[in-house]
């Protein structure tokens, strides 16, 4: 090994080194993410994702036979059978009669009740309860136990979240917001970045420092002004901002300062002899920028349409200001938060639904991603 790789070595050891730790940083999560959308609700709430392969002490409550059942043996009235809804994989570790002593008696001991009974609740979950008196009623009773129960996975929160009230038309709802908001700013930012790049204009130094200063413009400070402004030309117009013209224009707008100075960037490291020739054949502007920027731009362009889609896509707060929230109008992000309700509620079928809303960017991405990294580096490094 020579002088230059000893010293190299070291370096390219740590690069290494983080470059692992950040991919573990952002697995982790999405791994625990993905394990927890397949786990049983019940499990999900007791124990974390890296649990979801050992047993867990759960909570839970089941119901004796109804009393029809029951048979008279030396004048007492005996109740056996095993809990309803009982798992056979599971173990009874303690159980109780009632609510405010669930876990009062040991599996396999006697726990005496009102008027004289017992009950008995085996670790296999099987029962026994013994009475002088008959059993009445329509139901059978509750039982209260802690179970040490194996590891379920279900499909149940995904069947949730796929077959709610209303999933479909917000699935077309935000691909109806997202593909228009997509392909529009997209279109505008080439023709600006190309008129940057290589056509003579008054004051073009301070119309790519306004685009770079746009950038750090926080978009909850531009919400507001921007819908009134939507209301008030609306006004003349009759047409109401909280549509899809509305927010299509909002995340065009949005979008827009990102795109030029991506593809501003990257159109303007483009061959100048290229072009030069193209102006020799006799081409104009316009078919210099369709049959050569275009094509050769097409990195470029992929790079900025994943960034832009998978924003939209994801984007709640656009959606409730411009579009509103509807029952036709709600987009799937919010309509997976409906889903939780005003508290918080069926917390659970959130890592399904994290699932549910990231299939299609995901396809997008996958479809695009070659065209990633060459993009970026070329738009926005000279």
């Known amino acids: 090994m020579s002088l230059k790789q000893m010293r190299r070595s070291p370096l390219m050891l740590v690069v290494h080194l983080s470059v692992l730790f950040l991919v573990l940083l952002w697995t982790f999560p999405t791994a625990g993410l993905l394990i927890s ?3 049983d609700k019940d499990q999900l709430a007791v124990s974390g994702w890296w649990e979801a392969l050992s047993s867990s002490e759960q909570n839970l409550i089941g119901r004796t036979d109804a009393p029809d059942q029951q048979v008279l043996v030396d004048g007492q009235y005996i109740l056996a059978g095993e809990i309803e809804d009982f798992n056979p994989k599971d173990e009874i570790l303690r159980f109780g009669w009632t609510s405010q002593e669930p876990e009062a008696y040991l599996a396999g001991s006697i726990a005496k009740m009102r008027n004289g009974s017992t009950l008995t609740v085996a670790g296999d979950g099987h029962y026994s309860m013994v009475s002088p008196m008959p059993f009445t009623g329509s139901r059978g009773n509750r039982i209260f136990y802690t179970a040490l129960a194996s590891p379920k996975f279900t499909l149940d929160n995904y069947d949730e979240v796929l077959h709610s009230e209303g999933i479909g038309q917000s699935f077309i709802n935000s691909l ?3 593909i228009p908001a997509t392909i529009i700013p997209i279109l505008i930012a080439a023709f600006a970045a190309y008129a940057l790049s290589w056509m003579r204009l008054p004051g073009r130094g301070i119309l790519i420092a306004l685009v770079v200063g746009l950038l750090v413009v926080p978009l909850q400070m531009s919400l507001i002004p921007l819908l009134q402004l939507y209301n008030t030309i609306g006004g003349y117009f009759g047409v ?3 549509s899809y013209l509305g927010i299509w224009l909002a995340h065009t707008g949005f979008g827009l300062p990102l795109a030029i100075y991506l593809l501003r960037n990257y159109i303007s490291g483009l061959p100048k002899e290229i072009i030069e020739s193209a102006r020799v054949d006799g081409a104009n502007d316009f ?20 960034f832009q889609f998978l924003w939209v896509w994801n984007d709640l707060l656009v959606a409730t200001v411009f579009l509103g929230n509807g029952e036709h109008e709600l987009v799937l992000t919010g309509r997976l938060r409906e ?3 005003s508290r918080g509620g069926n917390w659970e079928i959130l890592t399904a639904s ?8 995901l396809t997008v991405f996958f479809t695009l991603q070659r065209y990633l990294v060459r993009g970026l580096l070329t738009g926005s490094v000279k």
Not at 292 to 306: C, K, Q, V
Not at 354 to 361: D, K, L, R, T
């Open 37 to 39: 959308s397949f786990r």
């Open 176 to 178: 109806t917001v997202t």
């Open 240 to 242: 109401s901002a909280k």
């Open 287 to 306: 078919d210099i920028f369709v049959k050569i920027i275009l094509p050769l731009s097409f990195p470029a362009l992929a790079s900025f349409a994943i």
């Open 339 to 341: 889903l939780l309700g």
């Open 354 to 361: 994290a699932f549910v809303s990231i299939a299609v960017p």
